[in-house]
């Protein structure tokens, strides 16, 4: 999935499947932190979590494949 097709989803309610969890902390900017509220705020029925895990899945996704480890 490309970043972004993303809104298209969180407009139609889909939800990728979450398949296992592995917890992560991660520092952002208040800059991303607020657009991340942003997003939230459009898409209600999301939480910031989902949101972000959806565009963490995006952004790996669109990694080139010498980008990736085999």
């Known amino acids: ?3 972004a ?3 298209k989803q969180w407009e139609t309610g889909e939800r990728t499947a979450n398949t296992g969890k592995q917890e992560y902390e991660v520092n952002v900017t208040l800059e ?3 657009r991340l509220r942003a ?3 459009l898409y ?3 939480s ?3 949101l972000l ?3 963490l ?3 790996l996704s669109d990694l080139p494949e010498s980008g990736r480890r085999k």
Do not use: F, G
């Open 44 to 46: 209600p029925d999301y």
């Open 1 to 3: 999935m490309k970043i």
């Open 32 to 34: 991303d932190a607020a």
């Open 5 to 7: 097709d993303l809104p």
């Open 53 to 55: 895990r959806d565009l």
């Open 57 to 59: 899945n995006a952004a």
């Open 39 to 41: 997003l939230a705020e």
């Open 48 to 50: 910031e979590e989902e």
